[in-house]
């Protein structure tokens, strides 16, 4: 059993950054595939990015050169670093994550029907 919690969200100005994060706590969650997901107002869950046990990493290509996904071992933490922010990046970002055999993830981008724990989400709104 797994805990989320993200911080790091806010309000920012298109070509801003915002550095989030995810506290992982109640398991060992070195064996998890971990990820980040967004939901725009009136739009489905995507997958943003994820990462497995050996940081190998997926992006969606709305993303890629523009946001950095990592994590820490040490301090139990996910980290989305959001860079060139554009007002169509305003949603709510989740940090998710699932179980799997040595810690790797399925291929290709995350999809919400494998991740089994969610957090509640920190908003980030970007204005033009």
């Known amino acids: 059993q797994l805990t989320l919690v993200e911080s790091g969200g806010g309000s920012v100005q298109a070509g801003g950054s915002l550095r989030l994060s995810c506290s992982i706590s109640?398991?060992?969650?070195?064996?998890?595939?971990m990820g980040w997901f967004r939901q725009a107002p009136g739009k489905e869950r995507e997958g943003v990015a994820r990462?497995?046990?050996?940081?190998?990493?997926v992006y969606i290509d709305s993303v890629k050169d523009r946001f950095s996904i990592s994590q820490n071992h040490a301090n139990h933490t996910l980290y989305l670093q959001l860079n060139s922010l554009k007002p169509e990046d305003t949603a709510m970002y989740y940090c998710?994550?699932?179980?799997?055999?040595?810690?790797?993830?399925?291929?290709?981008?995350?999809?919400?029907?494998?991740?089994?724990?969610w957090g509640q989400g920190t908003q980030v709104t970007v204005s033009s």
């Open positions: 998710a994550a699932y179980k799997r055999p040595g810690g790797l993830c399925r291929t290709g981008l995350p999809k919400e029907a494998d991740f089994g724990y």
């Open positions: 109640g398991h060992t969650y070195i064996w998890y595939c």
């Open positions: 990462i497995d046990k050996d940081d190998r990493i």
